[in-house]
């Protein structure tokens, strides 16, 4: 048989369809390379560079100049990296720190000008949809609960009934601007630790009203991060008394310490004492004892809605 007649098996399966996203997140900026088929999603690659921006947003209340040029840098890197997969496109989005700078407008155009490609700033709204669709590849929950995303610059929140959301609401309350606005440093001292605590109590407020969610749904990198540190084993049920603990002896320690004891890197080190104070308090107001933190979130939701078709990304 010639080449030209040959068929492939009528049962053959699909090939994938491979495409990148990033976030511009408030701690870090994050590509996801994956591929996706009738039987799911593959991760390809997954890189992140810590920027800080949530600190440095609350701090500043702008992305300065030395940060978006190192932020330009690593998104082209990004873009190289998704099209050495071939993926067939790329999708990058910013969320609470970006939303916040008083620059982000001209930070935008600097980065679409200087590489080619859209930057959509998400709505808190929005994040959150994402934010489900990606925790719910490996998390089976059914009836009402809350899923939170805690970040460098906010903590989304939203009260979910199955696989809808039923209520949001987005606390400018994140990892970041908790270390910024209590003075926290490591040791922390009784004094910090009172501010955050105040802080937290002032932002819980306004938690989504809700008839007593059955369960606490955590995705994101800092929720990663304590899940990492807490269960090397895998296990992604955290009780709460286990954060507070947390939260308790990282107090008493240098970043060295603490990077060297949970096997982080010392970026990820300075968020466990803000990680696990804002998670057990959350835990509390909500009167609940113990969360399950997934592994995907936001950028899986939007690897899942390009294959869908109801996001065009940007060519590579």
Known sequence: MAHADRALPVNSPPMPHVFATADIGSNTAHLL??????????RLANQSEWLSLGQVVSHEGK????????????????VNLGASFKAEGIYVFATEAMRRASNHEAVIKRIQDGI?????????????????????????VSGDFVLAELGGGSMQ???????????????????????????????VSARQADRAVALLDRAFVRLPS????AK?????????????????????????HELEFLAWAVRRLNIPTISARYAVKPKRATTLYPGSLLFSMLLER???????VSEFGVR?????????????????
């Open 216 to 240: 606490l749904v955590a995705c994101g990198g800092v929720a990663r991060g304590l899940w990492r540190s807490l269960h090397p084993d895998g296990d992604p049920v955290l009780h709460r």
């Open 33 to 42: 390379v994956a591929s996706m088929n009738a039987t799911g999603l593959t």
């Open 63 to 78: 992305i300065p100049p030395d940060l978006v040029t190192k932020l330009v840098d690593t998104l082209q890197s990004f």
């Open 300 to 316: 899986e939701g939007a690897v899942m809605e390009m294959s869908q078709g109801k996001i065009a990304p940007c060519q590579l």
């Open 116 to 140: 080619g490609i859209t930057i959509d700033l998400v709505s808190p709204e929005r994040e959150a949809a994402l934010g489900l669709k990606g925790a719910l590849l490996d998390t089976q």
């Open 157 to 187: 929140l939203a009260l979910c009934r199955n696989a809808d959301i039923v209520q949001d609401v987005s606390l400018p309350i994140g990892t970041g601007v908790l270390l910024d606005r209590a003075g926290i440093r490591q040791p």
């Open 210 to 213: 809700s008839p007593g969610p």
């Open 286 to 292: 909500l009167g609940l004892e113990e969360m399950t």
